[in-house]
């Protein structure tokens, strides 16, 4: 079962982040780094913004992640929401790929336990329609 309700509107890739959604579809979290100088970014855009090279090549950030920063979200702010509060969204880094954000949802904590700092693992939701979002759960946790 999905996070969210599936009333929830689904991601609209674009080109630019096409790649990014089908790897997720995969289940596999990547990121897009640059072929000429290494760096990663993330969201996908079509020219490295430290080099201007458009080579790129998909690099997986591995599971484990850190909480950046969050906010709790006690108010709908769409329709489908209102089941899920509170809820926690969340921006984490990797260890294993210094330099990428990534906005996302904390899980299977309580949204007043979550932490800066805290260590948290990849899951991916499937939310139908060959969709897989990537979330993250504390460590450790089901
Ligand atoms: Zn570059």
Redo the contacts with the bound molecule.
């Keep these: 079962m999905a996070y969210f309700p599936p009333s929830m509107p689904a991601p609209e890739p674009e080109p630019v982040d096409q790649e990014f959604w089908a790897h997720c579809a995969q289940g596999h979290l990547r990121f897009q780094t ?1 072929s ?4 990663p970014r993330h969201p996908p855009t079509p020219m ?1 913004p ?4 458009t080579k790129t090549k998909w690099v997986d950030p591995g599971k484990t992640a850190e909480v950046f920063s969050y906010t709790v979200i006690h108010h709908a702010s769409h329709e489908a929401v209102p089941s899920n509060l509170p809820y926690v969204v969340a921006v984490v880094t990797f260890p294993a790929l210094p330099g990428v954000r990534l906005i996302t949802n904390i899980t299977d904590l309580p949204p007043g336990d979550v932490r800066i700092g805290h260590s948290v693992t990849l899951w991916f939701d499937d939310i139908g329609g060959g969709m897989q979002v990537p979330r993250f759960r504390p460590v450790g946790a089901a």
């Design positions: 640059c000429d100088c290494d760096t490295c430290s080099c201007h090279s």
